[in-house]
């Protein structure tokens, strides 16, 4: 599976970005898919992740009430809604694929893409 992500950016807090992540090569419906972000100096760590039919969503605490993970199987399309951002989201963001039950460890991950900048401005 190969994933594209796509609409990282500058935006001010309070503001809004939809990140987009498109994977081709194997049929995508058989992936959970996840997001992960890395800010500078730190950690990759977990956002949020979604189950193959997006019935079943997890989000760490730090995107709880700001942050929607969606997907759209026809079009091979895992998305990340992002609301209220603030600084301290600024981070390259990564979308990756599983074929089991996914997990919060980038690792454990079997598809990974390229990240998306994200950038708030305070």
């Known amino acids: 599976v190969q994933l594209q992500a796509s609409g990282g950016g500058l935006v001010q807090a309070g503001g809004s970005l939809r990140l987009s992540c498109a994977a081709s090569?194997?049929?995508?419906?058989?992936?959970?898919m996840a997001w992960f972000r890395q800010a500078p100096g730190k950690e990759r760590e977990f956002v949020a992740s979604i189950s193959l039919s997006g019935g079943t969503t997890d989000y760490a605490d730090s995107g709880k009430g700001r942050f929607t993970i969606s997907r759209d199987n026809a079009k091979s399309t895992v998305y990340l809604q992002m609301n209220s951002l603030k600084p301290e989201d600024t981070a390259v963001y990564y979308c990756?694929?599983?074929?089991?039950?996914?997990?919060?460890?980038?690792?454990?991950?079997?598809?990974r893409g390229q990240g998306t900048l994200v950038t708030v401005s305070s």
């Open positions: 990756a694929a599983d074929a089991g039950r996914g997990s919060r460890y980038f690792a454990f991950y079997d598809y």
């Open positions: 090569g194997r049929t995508f419906s058989g992936y959970t």
